[in-house]
């Protein structure tokens, strides 16, 4: 998995769009095992939709309230309709 991990990177992006893209490779896991505990513990049905909209959530959230340093001037929809200018905008 870590092999994975390291190769999540963004060929144009700087560092720091880069640490915020690799963010949500960490968000999409996350929200993997979130719901494969609530499959496995609580017989709930995988909604790939739900998941991806989730780590898309969490990912913001992350980048707009642990900003590492740089303004975020891009608004959640902004973030769920073109997610690559959004990047760009950090460099």
């Known amino acids: 998995m870590f092999n994975h991990f390291r190769s999540f990177w963004r060929v144009g992006c700087n560092l720091k769009g ?3 893209w690799k963010g949500m ?6 929200e993997f095992w ?5 499959v496995m513990f609580k017989n709930e049905i995988v909604d790939n939709e ?10 913001w959230s992350w980048t707009k309230f642990r900003n ?6 891009f608004s959640m929809s902004d973030w769920f309709l073109n997610p690559k200018s959004c990047l760009k905008s950090q460099v």
């Open 68 to 73: 590492l340093g740089v303004m975020v001037i």
């Open 34 to 38: 979130h719901y494969r505990n609530k």
């Open 18 to 20: 880069n640490v915020i």
């Open 50 to 59: 739900e998941i991806f909209y989730l780590a898309q959530i969490k990912r």
């Open 25 to 30: 490779w960490v968000a999409i896991v996350w």
